[in-house]
């Protein structure tokens, strides 16, 4: 699945006919947008995410002896 970041459309690999710029962008502003491969995104989203969360810190369950 592609991704375009310009206008937000979405793209499965088939529907796209060679290359990977968007043709909505092409279509209608005479751009050439490189689309995002989605799992890329996801990724690097998940990457983004881990590293704003701050580290909780380990809590250690001491049980009484
Ligand atoms: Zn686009």
Do not use: N, Y
Request: proline content about 5%.
């Amino acid at each position: 699945m592609f991704h375009c970041e310009r206008c937000g459309i979405r793209f499965s690999t088939g529907a796209l006919s060679g290359g990977t710029s968007c043709p909505r962008c092409k279509a209608r502003d005479g751009v050439s947008v490189q689309l995002t491969w989605e799992p890329l995104l996801a990724a690097r989203t998940a990457a983004a995410l881990a590293e704003a969360r701050p580290r909780a810190a380990r809590v250690t369950v001491a049980h009484g002896s």
